[in-house]
């Protein structure tokens, strides 16, 4: 049985466009007004090291699949 992967703690923007629930086809469509807080460290998703990331809620999650990607 194949183990599923961890769901992600910290996501880089380009992970969160492409993964987050508040993007259809690169257009965001979540709420208004919405603040996030940003640090560096490495996404979760894509690997990339020494990137601005955040907390996949900041996208409003990851949309079905991201873990088959």
């Not at 490495?42 to 699949?65: K, M, W």
Request: charged share 25%; proline share 6%.
């Amino acid at each position: 049985m194949a183990r599923r992967k961890t769901y992600p703690k910290w996501v880089c923007h380009p992970c969160g466009v492409t993964y987050g629930k508040w993007y259809e086809k690169g257009d965001y469509k979540g709420p208004s007004h919405y603040y996030s807080t940003y640090h560096m460290d490495t996404c979760d998703l894509c690997g990339t090291d020494n990137v601005s990331v955040t907390e996949p809620r900041d996208y409003g999650g990851l949309v079905a699949g991201w873990d088959n990607k």
